[in-house]
C-alpha cells in the first residue's frame, strides 16, 4: 500500500472524502477544511484550480478526448522553452524512469531534475537535459524530458516514443507553465519566512520547501498529528512539503497549540 494510499484513508478516516478543492485548501464530505501542504509533492504547487483548469475544461467541451493528433503537444514544448528560456525539444512520458533514461542518454553530464524556486539558483537555460514534472496535478503520471536540439537529442528521443495524453492535459500542463513564468516573478522568500514562526520547529525551510527535522521513525505519527491539526503534509520522509501559499498563517494554530510530542 502507498504512503499516499495511507494518507487518503486517514482523511477519510477523519474528515470524510474530499468534496472540493482550492488554492492550498482541501474541503472534506465532513465540512472540515484542510490545508494541504503536501500539493501532490510539488504538482499543485500553484494551487487547486486557476486558468489551467480552466483551459483543461474548455478543451474537454470541444470533445477532444481522443486519440488524434492536435496543436497542443506543439504548446506544451512552446511553453516549456519559455519556461526554461532556451529553444526545446520534448518527448513526454508516463514513468519517471523512463523520462531518466532518455535525459541521461542525451547529456549523462548536464540532466537536472526541474523544480522551482530550487535553493541551487540553477541556471535552467544552461542544463542541457532537463527532466520536469509540470505543475499541474493531474492524478496519472507526466514526465516531460526538455532537451536542447542537438543530433544527441534527437537520438535519445527516438529511444522511447513518447506517451500519449489527451488533449485537455496537454493544454492544461501548457498553461501551467505559462502561469509558473508569472508564479516565478511574483512569490519571493517575503511570501514564505512569514510561516516560519511555527514551521521551523519541524522543518527546515528552503525557499517553499519544508524538510522534516522529526525524526524518521516518528514521521508517520507527526503525519497523523498533523491531519488531527486540520493539515495535510507529505506522507514521505523524503519528498517535501511545502508552505501553503496565500493562506493566513492562523492556519497552523491547532498545531501550535497542541505541539507534536508534547
Avoid at 488554492?23 to 494541504?36: A, S
Amino acid at each position: 500500500m502507498s504512503q499516499m494510499t495511507i494518507l487518503s484513508e486517514e482523511i477519510d478516516k477523519r474528515y470524510g472524502t474530499i468534496k472540493r478543492a482550492r488554492g492550498c485548501f482541501l474541503y472534506t464530505k465532513k465540512g472540515i477544511r484542510l490545508t494541504d501542504l503536501y500539493q501532490e509533492g510539488g504538482k499543485a504547487i500553484l494551487g487547486w484550480g486557476g486558468t489551467s483548469f480552466t483551459v483543461f475544461k474548455n478543451v474537454l467541451n470541444r470533445g477532444l478526448t481522443g486519440s488524434f493528433t492536435t496543436d497542443y503537444v506543439a504548446q506544451v514544448k512552446k511553453a516549456v522553452s519559455v519556461l526554461l528560456a532556451s529553444n526545446r525539444s520534448i518527448g513526454m512520458y508516463v514513468n519517471k524512469q523512463v523520462a531518466l533514461k532518455v535525459a541521461l542518454a542525451a547529456s549523462s553530464e548536464n540532466t537536472s531534475v526541474w523544480r522551482p524556486w530550487n535553493p541551487e539558483e540553477i541556471d535552467w537555460s544552461s542544463v542541457a537535459s532537463v527532466v520536469m514534472e509540470p505543475p499541474f496535478p493531474w492524478c496519472s503520471g507526466l514526465w516531460i524530458v526538455a532537451l536542447t536540439p542537438a543530433p544527441e537529442s534527437d537520438a535519445a528521443l527516438a529511444m522511447h516514443t513518447s506517451d500519449t495524453f489527451p488533449a485537455p492535459v496537454l493544454a492544461g500542463v501548457a498553461r501551467s507553465m505559462y502561469n509558473m513564468v508569472a508564479a516565478l516573478q511574483e512569490r519571493k522568500e517575503t511570501d514564505w519566512f512569514i510561516y516560519d514562526t511555527v514551521v521551523t520547529k519541524y522543518w527546515q525551510r528552503k525557499g517553499p520547501y519544508l524538510y522534516p527535522t522529526v525524526s524518521r521513525e516518528n514521521y508517520g505519527d507527526f503525519v497523523r498529528h498533523c491531519l488531527d491539526c486540520h493539515l495535510v503534509i507529505s506522507p514521505d520522509y523524503d519528498t517535501p512539503s511545502i508552505v501553503p501559499f496565500g493562506a493566513d498563517v492562523s492556519v497552523f494554530k491547532l498545531l501550535k497549540n497542541n505541539p507534536f510530542g508534547a
